[in-house]
């Protein structure tokens, strides 16, 4: 039972245009959302975060936004490059409960064309 | 600056051996965490420690698996027998006070059970 879903297992975007990954989960306890990019042969690489106290941030080309109410949050890369092409994961955790693990998603596929 | 250091980074035997995998974390973190990754489930926490303690273990798919960590600096987990089902990228992590760290992730191991 997935709690944290990425639905859509690739997407191809053209350079300079807007990247919409999304993501969705379904224990209201999680407060705690992160975003991590994964090159080939490599480990995940922590890329942004958001609290459940806010609905959006941001960092230079990459937003992060989060909708309580519909458990479903989003990454926007801004505007888009090749070297963005790599698996996007989200992880969601509940600290605030005690629960310190992340859960994360199966991850979508991006691949940015030049 | 280290980062978390996997070893080996690919490992290949047959089916009934005993396999060990090594994480070494970054130095003054108090969390590690095992990570299996596989098409199907994505990135499964296994299992964390907290001052090599540990706390949560219920991803441990079955017996054959073990983990310890006997010091600050050093952690170890062990498949045996293997199986074939147990071919999947394993991922050690590793952070600074966890309830909103991000983890920081090693290279991880190529497994393959043939």
């Known amino acids: 039972d997935q709690q944290v879903k990425q639905n859509s297992p690739s997407l191809s975007v053209q350079e300079g245009r807007i990247s919409i990954l999304n993501c969705d989960y379904t224990n209201s306890m999680f407060d705690y959302f992160l975003w991590y990019k994964k090159y080939p042969a490599e480990g995940p690489t922590f890329l942004i975060s958001i609290s459940s106290i806010k609905d959006k941030n941001e960092d230079g080309r990459f937003t992060v936004f989060l909708n309580k109410s519909a458990k479903h949050l989003s990454l926007h890369i801004v505007p888009s490059q090749p070297g963005d092409s790599a698996v996007y994961f989200c992880a969601a955790s509940a600290p605030t409960s005690g629960t310190y693990k992340y859960i994360f998603g199966t991850g979508t596929r991006l691949k940015v064309l030049a | 600056d280290a980062g978390v250091i996997q070893s080996p980074r690919h490992e290949v035997t047959e089916m009934g051996q005993e396999v060990t995998l090594r994480c070494k974390p970054i130095?003054?973190?108090?969390?590690l965490f095992w990570y299996r990754q596989t098409m199907m489930r994505g990135l499964e926490l296994l299992i964390y420690?907290?001052?090599?303690?540990?706390?949560?273990d219920s991803g441990m798919p079955e017996d054959r698996f073990s983990a310890k960590m006997p010091n600050a600096s050093f952690s170890t987990l062990k498949i045996q027998p293997s199986e074939p089902r147990d071919s999947a990228v394993y991922f050690c992590a590793s952070s600074f006070e966890q309830g909103g760290q991000p983890q920081h992730f090693g290279d991880g191991t190529r497994l393959s059970i043939l």
């Open positions: 130095s003054g973190h108090d969390y």
């Open positions: 420690f907290n001052n090599n303690v540990p706390i949560d």
